[in-house]
């Protein structure tokens, strides 16, 4: 480690580094000073890492990544008195295609729903089939792979599953087989439950001039022009807002 610290201490415009080794491992951490330029900076930092030779052979070449701290530079309001599923399915579209502007790289939501899949048992179909809560908890579960957020609510209460996984689909969630018979009979999970794919419960909730709001954040990046940047964006929410409006009415 000692080796890349003498390689880094004469590079032009750096403030501080911080060096931690732990079993098997080591990082460097290399601040430069507010006014350096961060891509020469950047560069000249991985030229000289990689410059460093005679490395144990069992030792992997080191891997240089520049972070930068993101802030919001422009900021879009999605308001209004729509329901939550709509709200949440148009930030996306438009973080996607402000996404996409000339300039732009990141774009983050704020407030936005959390889509999940809830799975609603009632008594009276446990009773008439003979299942238990459980017994459709781990038949969801056994069929399912990726995870995610997902609960099984009953008449007494919710459960909490991981259940977001393959089954992407209602109808996927809906062909879960929770149990079959010695005859070949299937007992489905559309049988005994109703499935939702929706977005989560939340106890939080965004709003703007007192509307329901989800917040669009163009942010900052390493190369950036503000003033260009900004006349896409204003176009762009120009041209939405009249589209939108055009749509509603």
Do not use: W
């Not at 403030?15 to 990082?27: D, N, Q, V, W």
């Not at 020469?40 to 701290?69: C, H, Y």
């Amino acid at each position: 480690m000692v080796r890349f610290e003498d390689a880094v201490k004469n590079v032009e415009g750096i403030k501080t580094i911080i060096s931690r080794a732990l079993e098997g491992r080591a990082f460097i951490t290399i601040r430069g000073k507010e006014r350096v330029d961060r891509r020469e900076f950047a560069e000249e930092i991985r030229e000289k890492i990689n410059s460093v030779n005679g490395l144990p052979s069992d030792t992997e070449r080191p891997v240089v990544t520049e972070k930068t701290n993101r802030k919001s530079m422009i900021r879009i309001a999605l308001h209004g008195h729509i329901n939550r599923d709509s709200l949440t399915g148009l930030s996306h579209e438009i973080r996607r295609q402000v996404a996409s502007l000339p300039l732009i790289s990141t774009v983050d939501l704020k407030g936005e729903g959390r889509y999940e899949i809830a799975i609603e048992v009632t008594e009276q179909a446990m009773s008439t089939y003979g299942v238990t809560i459980e017994e459709v908890a781990n038949a969801i579960k056994s069929s399912s792979i990726n995870t995610s957020t997902g609960t099984v609510r009953d008449e007494a209460g919710v459960l909490m599953l991981s259940v977001r996984n393959r089954a992407e689909q209602q109808q996927e969630f809906e062909d879960i087989i929770i149990r079959q018979g010695k005859g070949g009979e299937s007992l489905y999970l559309r049988d005994v439950a109703t499935v939702v794919d929706g977005l989560a419960d939340s106890r939080f909730v965004s709003t703007f001039d007192g509307e329901p709001a989800i917040l669009i954040d163009v942010m900052n990046s390493s190369y950036m022009n503000i003033p260009k940047m900004s006349k896409y964006v204003n176009d762009y929410v120009n041209k939405k807002t009249y589209s939108c409006l055009k749509a509603s009415s």
